[in-house]
C-alpha cells in the first residue's frame, strides 16, 4: 500500500515538497511499532482517533484514560478500552463499518512529541482483556499500517500556556525547526514560500 495517493502528491507538487515527502517516507515510515513507539504509546493518558463511517465521512474522538489505557502489546498490535460516553458510538459505530483508522497521540509539553498511527481496527466486545480495564464495555483492537513521527513544532505548552515558538507572527520571520536543517533533510527541504 502506498504511503502517498494523487491527492498529497499534487499538493507536494504545488509547494515543491515531493523530495521532502519522499525522504521523510524512506526515513521516519514503518509498518510496526518501534519498542520506543510502545513506550510512548503506553505512557498516553489520552490520544486522538479519526474514524469514517462507510461512505468516508469523517469523525474525530478524544480518548483518555489513566496512563497505560492503550497499549502496543506487540509491534503490530494496539488495543484500547472503550468506556462508558454519550451513547452516540461514533468511533465504535465507523468502525464497525469502515475499519479504517487513524490515531494521534501527542504531548503538549516543553518537549512536545507527535505520534501518528494508520491502520486497521476492530471491536470486540467479549474480549479476555476487558478484565485488565475497568470500566471498559469493549476493547478495540488496532493493526497498524503505517507508523511516523510528525513534527511536533507546532505544539503549543498546554502545562505552561504558552504557545509554540514556531506559531506564525505577523511581522515576525518564520522559525525553522531544527530537523529540517539536519543532513538527512537539508538537501530536500524546499525554500520557504513568501
Known amino acids: 500500500m502506498s504511503f502517498y495517493h494523487e491527492g498529497h502528491r499534487s499538493v507536494q507538487a504545488r509547494f515543491a515538497s515531493s523530495a521532502l515527502a519522499d ?7 514503518r509498518t510496526s511499532l518501534t519498542e520506543d513507539d510502545r513506550d510512548f504509546i503506553g505512557q498516553a493518558g489520552f490520544f ?10 469523517p469523525d474525530c474522538s478524544y ?12 509491534p ?10 454519550n451513547g452516540m458510538f461514533r468511533s465504535l459505530g465507523n468502525i464497525e ?5 487513524g490515531l494521534l497521540f501527542i504531548t503538549m509539553n ?6 501518528r498511527i494508520n491502520g486497521r481496527a476492530r471491536v470486540v466486545f467479549d474480549d479476555p482483556m476487558m478484565a485488565e480495564f475497568a470500566g471498559a464495555q469493549a476493547i478495540v483492537r ?23 515558538p ?9 522559525v525553522e525547526p531544527a530537523w529540517k536543517d539536519f543532513d538527512t533533510f537539508r538537501d530536500v527541504v524546499p525554500p520557504r514560500r513568501a
Open 97 to 101: 463499518v469502515n475499519p479504517a483508522v
Open 166 to 174: 514556531y506559531t506564525p507572527q505577523t511581522g515576525r520571520a518564520p
Open 76 to 85: 503490530e498490535l494496539i488495543v484500547f478500552p472503550d468506556y462508558d460516553g
Open 48 to 57: 486522538f482517533l479519526a474514524t469514517a463511517d462507510a461512505e468516508g465521512r
Open 63 to 74: 480518548k483518555g484514560g489513566a496512563a497505560g489505557f492503550v497499549r502496543a502489546i506487540t
Open 110 to 115: 516543553a518537549s512536545p512529541r507527535r505520534l
Open 23 to 29: 525522504r521523510l517516507e524512506s526515513v521516519t515510515h
Open 142 to 164: 488496532v493493526v497498524p499500517e503505517h507508523v511516523f513521527p510528525n513534527c511536533p513544532r507546532y505544539v503549543h505548552d498546554a502545562g505552561a500556556a504558552t504557545e509554540s
